[in-house]
């Protein structure tokens, strides 16, 4: 199974070509607010690289989101015009089970994050676990023990004291993702012993692993219409008219209140939180 798998939810994108058991190449970079214009460039010069072709491929695997409203959005859109043009199986992962995902020798709560902006996060927690098939080979099993939460610092440290108490887990949680130094710091301060924060470079996203956590969907025909495949965005993003280009009257430029002005101010400064 030859498979393409991409992720452009952050600033932080990666893109590989797999098979059940090899990576033919791999490449992560950071690409900045840049995701429509590199990724395609990218991809072609992965396939050149490997001497593939599109046509060659068994499958399409993408990160889904949450994170950037843009990045999420260019990799979705890629993914489905891939899929549908050339007639291949899709899988879409989330961003946050991948994070997760990656972190699968860990033995107790993993809790996946990125920041949502607004002084929020975007997470979810996981638990890992190992089975072995008949062959001896071990496959990692990655559950969801909570729901995909969007919430502020101090309330996600009480989410996962509550789900520690409840799955009763003696070891730590495990914050893995693209966090903020106040954020860890807010977040330690809070739940103290029951966190540890893996360094920031230890949770940089890989495509590789998002081929190895989609290959087994798309062995068990656990595929998406591409279609009806949509980002997770988890909210939308606000919207404000831009003054520029409102109509005009008589040649003069309709006036606009002060306040108007600061809304649309906060508005744009709320959105490029959200691009990271």
Same mark, same amino acid.
Request: aromatic share 8%; charged share 20%.
């Given at each position: 199974m030859?498979?393409?798998?991409?992720?452009?939810s952050?600033?932080?994108? @990666?893109?590989? $070509?797999?098979?059940?058991?090899?990576?033919?190449?791999?490449?992560?970079?950071?690409?900045?607010?840049?995701?429509?214009?590199?990724? $395609?460039?990218?991809?072609?010069?992965?396939?050149?690289?490997?001497?593939?072709?599109?046509?060659?491929?068994?499958?399409?695997?993408?990160?889904?989101?949450?994170?950037?409203?843009?990045?999420?959005?260019?990799?979705?859109?890629?993914?489905?015009?891939?899929?549908?043009?050339?007639?291949?199986?899709?899988?879409?992962?989330?961003?946050?089970?991948?994070?997760?995902?990656? #972190?699968?020798?860990?033995?107790?709560?993993?809790?996946?994050?990125?920041e949502?902006?607004?002084?929020?996060? *975007?997470? /979810?927690?996981?638990?890992?676990?190992?089975?072995?098939?008949? #062959?001896?080979?071990?496959?990692?099993?990655?559950?969801?023990?909570?729901?995909?939460?969007?919430?502020?610092?101090?309330?996600?440290?009480?989410?996962?004291?509550? $789900?520690l108490?409840?799955?009763?887990?003696?070891?730590?949680?495990?914050?893995?993702?693209?966090?903020k130094?106040?954020t860890?710091?807010?977040?330690?301060?809070?739940?103290?012993?029951? /966190?540890?924060?893996?360094?920031?470079?230890?949770?940089?996203?890989?495509?590789?692993?998002?081929?190895?956590?989609?290959l087994?969907?798309?062995?068990?025909?656990?595929?998406?219409?591409? $279609?009806?495949?949509?980002?997770? *965005?988890?909210?939308?993003? @606000?919207?404000?008219?831009?003054?520029?280009?409102?109509?005009?009257?008589?040649?003069?430029?309709?006036?606009?209140?002060?306040?108007?002005?600061?809304?649309?101010?906060?508005?744009?400064?709320?959105?490029?939180?959200?691009?990271?």
């Open positions: 030859l498979l393409l798998a991409f992720d452009t952050t600033r932080q994108s @990666s893109i590989a $070509l797999c098979s059940d058991d090899t990576v033919f190449y791999e490449y992560t970079w950071n690409t900045g607010g840049n995701h429509s214009v590199e990724l $395609l460039e990218n991809m072609q010069r992965l396939l050149t690289a490997c001497g593939r072709s599109f046509q060659e491929l068994d499958g399409i695997a993408v990160a889904t989101g949450p994170g950037s409203f843009n990045g999420a959005r260019v990799a979705v859109a890629t993914a489905k015009a891939l899929a549908f043009s050339l007639q291949k199986p899709l899988i879409g992962v989330g961003t946050l089970d991948l994070l997760a995902f990656q #972190q699968q020798q860990w033995r107790g709560v993993i809790c996946a994050v990125l949502a902006g607004r002084t929020e996060l *975007y997470s /979810a927690c996981f638990r890992a676990a190992w089975v072995q098939d008949e #062959q001896g080979n071990l496959i990692p099993q990655l559950e969801r023990i909570s729901d995909y939460f969007l919430l502020p610092v101090d309330e996600l440290g009480q989410r996962v004291q509550e $789900l108490a409840e799955n009763e887990v003696l070891a730590p949680a495990l914050f893995c993702g693209e966090i130094s106040a860890r710091q807010r977040l330690y301060a809070q739940l103290q012993e029951k /966190a540890v924060f893996l360094p920031a470079l230890r949770t940089t996203r890989h495509a590789s692993a998002l081929a190895a956590l989609a087994p969907r798309l062995l068990a025909g656990k595929i998406e219409d591409p $279609l009806t495949l949509e980002p997770f *965005y988890m909210r939308r993003p @606000s919207i404000t008219k831009s003054t520029r280009k409102r109509p005009l009257l008589g040649g003069l430029e309709v006036a606009e209140s002060e306040q108007q002005q600061r809304d649309t101010q906060q508005t744009e400064r709320e959105e490029g939180a959200l691009r990271h």
